[in-house]
């Protein structure tokens, strides 16, 4: 079965890190440009960034709201995808997803994880 | 960056009627452009991808068109089943956004 399944979510202080893992089942996981989306309780989606396949150098992409806190990565070895969070703010609240980018059209997400919940509160 | 926008932010329509919804980008984004659905407490579903292209597994009964700034998704025929929020997503090459969802439900 093709599945992703988030971990890490929790409550954390403002200003503190948060790391979220996404572990892939099912298909080749190093074919695939991965992402990560957001949403904050009650609130539309949010894209937060994208880590691109080895063909493409595994470049990564941020929207401008996240930019130079948090840092998207994954360990192909280990089917594995990664959102390492810093410098946390309340307005991160959400519940984060992992979603892969399909294989003829990367910026179509076929397949979603169930979401991890990050709640950012003093 | 691209701004989408969607309309109605909200309806309520009878089961079998047909249900239209509109997605608007700030700038020409040709076909660029997908449809998801999401049901309460749910992960969202990937329902149509480069504006007009049924994922595999879903309904005949959704479709989109459109291209550059104004597209379509429509429903022909509304199922009980189809009670969610949707959301379009345009994307280029460095940036991805969503509309901010059309919520659908039974009158």
Redesign the interface.
Known sequence: EVQLVESGGGLVQPGGSLRLSCAASGFTFSDHYMDWVRQAPGKGLEWVGRTRNKANSYTTEYAASVKGRFTISRDDSKNSLYLQMNSLKTEDTAVYYCARGGIWNPWAFDIWGQGTMVTVSS | ?IQMTQSPSSLSASVGDRVTITCQASQDISN?L?W?Q?KPGK????LI??ASNL?TGVPSRFSGSGSGTDFTFTISSLQPEDIA?Y?C?Q?DN????????TKVDIK
Not at chain 2, 95 to 101: K, V
């Open positions: 960056d660029y997908n998801y999401q992960a969202p579903k990937l991808y480069d994922e929020t959301y997503q994307y460095l940036s991805i956004s969503f509309g901010p969802g």
